[in-house]
């Protein structure tokens, strides 16, 4: 369908800008803590995953994808990556035992926005770039319960270490539509492999 062409297309441009937020110079250990951090230092993976299923059962129209309401689903508060910067973002906010997520948003088609929450392991290492590692959501899990929300799974494509799964629903009058789409690894040898989830995306488009 032409959205997940349009989606494919700007996947790098979008990964591009979500790498930025990861090299950027980590702050001072001086400086005051983030309002976050104190917010979400004991909310676990699960609380975290939940949270983003409900965002997405959320969006029924455009307005809903917007970066407040990405900020406050996630209970986060987003910041420009510099002054004056549309490209908003949380970085390294910690969840309970050791574990860590960061989000970005940024200005995307018409009137949406591309929204991300990515996790990682202790250490703040992606498990995308680990050699063993454990599954932090079982990816057709994740899939079936944004089935049961309306969404249609879509197309899997590669994506960086592991894939991008698609899904979609029409919002609105059924002219456009809303993507969820699941960052895949796998986790696992051979037969007893696991595709799991390491982050989720949303973004919206004419359908």
């Known amino acids: 369908m032409d959205q997940f ?8 441009v979008a990964s591009l800008l979500t790498l930025s937020v990861a090299c950027a110079r980590t702050p001072d250990a001086t400086s005051a803590p983030s309002e976050a951090t104190a917010e979400t230092e004991q909310t676990t993976l699960v609380q975290l995953q939940e949270r983003l299923l409900g965002f997405a059962d959320s969006l029924r129209k455009p307005s809903d994808l ?3 309401a990405f900020s406050s689903a ?3 508060s987003l910041t420009p990556t510099e002054p004056g910067s549309d490209f908003m973002h949380a970085r390294k906010q910690p969840l309970a035992g050791g574990y860590s997520f960061s989000a970005v ?14 996790f990682s392991l202790p250490g703040t290492k992606s498990p995308a770039q680990e050699p063993s590692p454990p599954c932090l959501w079982d990816a057709e899990e994740a899939s079936q319960k944004l089935e049961a929300m309306g969404y249609k799974r879509g197309g899997q494509i590669d994506f960086q270490q592991g894939w991008l799964r698609q899904h979609w629903r029409p919002i609105g009058d059924g002219k456009q539509i809303v993507s969820a789409s699941l960052l895949i690894y796998r986790s696992g040898d051979g037969q007893a492999s696991t595709e799991c989830v390491y982050g989720i995306r949303f973004r919206g488009g004419n359908a």
């Open 5 to 12: 062409r349009t989606l494919a297309a700007s996947i790098a």
């Open 66 to 68: 917007s970066a407040a």
């Open 74 to 76: 996630l209970g986060v």
């Open 105 to 118: 948003a940024l200005p995307d088609a018409g009137d949406f926005i591309f929204t991300e929450a990515s």
